[in-house]
C-alpha cells in the first residue's frame, strides 16, 4: 500500500520544547516537501529536498530544521525558536528529480503548542 | 509576480448545480497549474491537472478551464454533490521551482 504517513496526527508540546514530525514514503519519489497550514490560509512551504543529504529553505523556513538522511524519509524540527508553530503541517513528495510537478501530500500532523 | 490569486473565498452550490472557482496568475512562466481538494483534517489530493498548451481538460465532472491571455484558469464541477463538499486549492509553477498556492476556496453543497 504506497503512500506517505505521518506521524502522529495529534502532538501536543509545552512552549520552549522542540519537535519532531515524521514524514515518511514508500512511493521512491525522489522530492519531499514541508508546508504549514493556518486556518483560512494557503499552504506555506517551509523546507524541501529534491535528493538525499540536500534541502533549501521554503518561504518560512524560520524556526524550523530538516535532515534528509534517507530517501524515504524527511523528519521536520520545530524549534523553540518558531514564533508561532500551532499549525497544521503537512508533508508531500514528488517522483521527478529537481520537479515540482504531482506533488502527493500526506495525512498531516495537527500541532498544538501551549 | 509569484502570487495566485483565488476566490471565491467561500461558495455554496444547490445540489446538480455547477461549481466555478477562479485563479488568476502574473507570472507568465508558470507551465503547471494544479488543483487540489482537501476535506477537514486531511491532506490535500491532487485532482486535476493543466498545461498552458491546451485550453481544457476534462476528467469526470471536473474540468479545468484554462486562458492563456488572461493569466486565469478556473476549476468547474458539473452535477456537484454533496461529498464535493471540501476546500479547494488551485497552484502553480514553473519547471522546477515551487508550486505557489492560492488561499483556497471552502465549497458547501446542499443538498
Known amino acids: 500500500d504506497g503512500g506517505i504517513t505521518q506521524s502522529p496526527k495529534y502532538l501536543f508540546r509545552k512552549e520552549g520544547q522542540n519537535v519532531t514530525l515524521s514524514c515518511e514514503q514508500n512511493l521512491n519519489h525522489d522530492a519531499m516537501y514541508w508546508y504549514r497550514q493556518d486556518p483560512g490560509q494557503g499552504l506555506r512551504l517551509i523546507y524541501y529536498?529534491?535528493?538525499?543529504?540536500?534541502?533549501q529553505k521554503g518561504d518560512i523556513a524560520e524556526g524550523y530544521s530538516v535532515s534528509r538522511e534517507k530517501k524515504e524519509s524527511f523528519p521536520l524540527t520545530v524549534t523553540s525558536a518558531q514564533k508561532n508553530p500551532t499549525a497544521f503541517y503537512l508533508c508531500?513528495?514528488?517522483?521527478?528529480?529537481?520537479?515540482?510537478?504531482?506533488?502527493?501530500f500526506g495525512p498531516g500532523t495537527r500541532l498544538t503548542v501551549t | 509576480q509569484q502570487q495566485v490569486k483565488q476566490s471565491p473565498q467561500s461558495l455554496i452550490v444547490q445540489k446538480g448545480g455547477i461549481s466555478i472557482i477562479n485563479c488568476a496568475y502574473e507570472?507568465?512562466?508558470?507551465?503547471?497549474f494544479p488543483w487540489y481538494q482537501q476535506f477537514p483534517g486531511k491532506g490535500p489530493a491532487l485532482l486535476i491537472a493543466?498545461?498552458?498548451?491546451?485550453s481544457e481538460k476534462k476528467e469526470g465532472r471536473f474540468t479545468i478551464s484554462f486562458n492563456k491571455s488572461a493569466k486565469q484558469f478556473s476549476l468547474h464541477i458539473m452535477d456537484s454533490q454533496p461529498g464535493d463538499s471540501a476546500t479547494y486549492f488551485c497552484a502553480a509553477s514553473k519547471g522546477a521551482q515551487k508550486l505557489v498556492f492560492g488561499q483556497g476556496t471552502r465549497l458547501t453543497i446542499n443538498p
Open positions: 493543466i498545461r498552458p498548451d491546451v
Open positions: 507570472n507568465t512562466a508558470f507551465d503547471y
Open positions: 529536498s529534491q535528493i538525499v543529504n540536500d534541502f
Open positions: 508531500a513528495s514528488s517522483g521527478g528529480t529537481g520537479a515540482f510537478y504531482e506533488q502527493y
